[in-house]
């Protein structure tokens, strides 16, 4: 077997680096690991390997080599994100992969490097290009226009705005009253995403857009229905995850039962859809009726951070917190709490004396359990970076 060459180490160390590597990127750190990570990873392995093996034998990539990659990304202009975004992201991922690899290369072994740097500009061009092309192309495709004119509809509806002008020639059908769904992706591979998705479009009238956290899903209403056959409808059609896994996404769902209501129903399904994120509920479909408490300290916006303030004196008792956590979970129940966490009710009182002692709230009085809710609350979506 021949020694490995320069070239060889470099592309080594090149694929080494791939592993969480979207995430550096300003346009991918705004958008959920499990709807980015298996495509980008999956493009940023066959840029890898396409761009070394071109360095190696100085023959321009085929138009067949670079097809997977050109069709990554009109997927990703199909699903909303503008060209100029696909596009910057070459340019932003390879001066930050270059710039990893630069730190990672012996002085002495840098030179490689370096002349290896009008390839990659000439990679990239020959890429973007193409790209490019393809995008110019679909452009003219009747149902990619359409999938454009269905997604400014959307954002027309959802901003509040007459989507007429869209809607014309042909003319696209659009209802008087929608539930909206907001999708929020936990931390799943790409199949349930995918499959998410797919199953979304395939709902007649829908209008479906890709956003920071996920997607919405405007769902047409039929006359007389006020969301709940709807709700049922899509609760059926949703895939349910595998009994040993973590819920893999949430829904937050709102009715607008006339056209200048969706804008308000969509803050409130973003707000629900967060809060299943954030809170990790067992319960994929949430709904304000079943979250009224978590939604009131949610909208506080001003509030919540001061409120996740109020439990800073237990964070150096992770035994005051946790006996804390459980008394408020067990209905404020003391023999629960202590039953659950196999001490003595009398360790219970004392513990919760402490936690009264060092955040100023007694857990027993009414009014300071529902501030010492509230700030546990606070604090676990201030945590989880809630975004609504």
Known sequence: MPAPTPIDDLHRRAGALIDGFYAALPPYARLPQSLV?????????????????????????????????????????????????????????????WDRLRHTVAPEDSEVLFT???????????????????????????????????????DALLAGQDPVEWANGPVIPIADAFLVAVFRLGAAGSGPAAALRHRAEAIPGVFLR??????????????????SHTLAALTARLPAPAPTDATPYWVGVA????????????TEARVLGELGRCLRRSEIVCRRSDLQ????????????????AVLAPLDSQPMLAETLDTFVDSGFNQVATARQLTVHRNTVTYRLSRVHELTGLDPHRPADAMTLSAARLARKLESAAFTP
Not at 44 to 73: I, M, Q, W
Not at 210 to 227: E, F, H, S
Not at 255 to 266: D, K, L, N
């Open 255 to 266: 009715a607008a039962c006339t056209r200048a209501e969706i804008p308000g129903a969509y």
């Open 293 to 308: 408490f978590e939604y009131t300290v949610a909208m506080s916006d001003t509030a919540r951070p001061g409120l996740a």
């Open 37 to 97: 990570e298996p495509d980008f990873a999956r493009g940023t392995k066959l840029n890898v390997d396409l761009f070394f093996e071109y360095l190696r034998t100085g023959v321009d990539p085929s138009e067949e080599d670079t097809r997977e990659l050109v069709e990554l990304a009109l997927d990703r202009v199909r699903d909303g994100t503008p060209v100029a975004e696909v596009l910057e992201r070459y340019r932003l991922g390879s001066a930050l992969l």
């Open 116 to 154: 290896a740097a009008p390839a990659l500009l000439k990679y990239i061009t020959l890429v973007v290009t193409r790209i490019a092309t393809g995008v110019a192309q679909r452009a003219h495709d009747p149902r990619w226009e359409l999938l454009e004119r269905r997604r400014a509809i959307a």
């Open 210 to 227: 890709l956003d920071a956290g996920g997607w919405t899903a405007l769902i047409p209403l039929r006359p007389g229905d006020d969301g």
